[in-house]
Nanobody
Framework: QVQLVEAGGGVVQAGESLRLSCAAS????????MGWFRQAPGKERDFVAA????????FYASSVKGRATVSRDNVKNTVYLQMNSLKPEDTAVYYC???????????????WGQGTQVTVSS
């Protein structure tokens, strides 16, 4: 059974940082690209960042580029999202996901976590 479990969400002030993590189990982690998505209330789920299986490639949404860093540890089967200079518009539920293909398309992603809430107050 594949499980992706996010952690690290919380309530922060604008300008602060958070590091999200996602622990994977039940799948050959090194075979999958990993991505982060987010969904704000009343909005669609949006792509945030992705990292290839071999960490050589990363890709970011324009809304977070320069403020976010995605990384992974293929020994710990964990992917991370470091978010700096957080803004109120970053408030959302953040999801990690595993994909056969590296990219931003939601349809690439086969497995999804349950999400972790990030709330940024102004």
């Amino acid at each position: 059974q594949v499980q992706l479990v996010e952690a690290g969400g919380g309530v922060v002030q604008a300008g602060e940082s958070l590091r999200l993590s996602c622990a994977a189990s039940g799948l050959p982690f090194i075979s999958y690209a990993m991505g982060w998505f987010r969904q704000a209330p009343g909005k669609e789920r949006d792509f945030v960042a992705a990292i290839s299986w071999n960490v050589w490639s990363t890709f970011y949404a324009s809304s977070v580029k320069g403020r976010a860093t995605v990384s992974r540890d293929n020994v710990k089967n964990t992917v991370y999202l470091q978010m700096n200079s957080l803004k109120p518009e970053d408030t959302a539920v953040y999801y990690c996901a595993a994909a056969d293909i590296f990219g931003a398309e939601t349809g690439y992603y086969k497995y999804w976590g349950q999400g972790t809430q990030v709330t940024v107050s102004s």
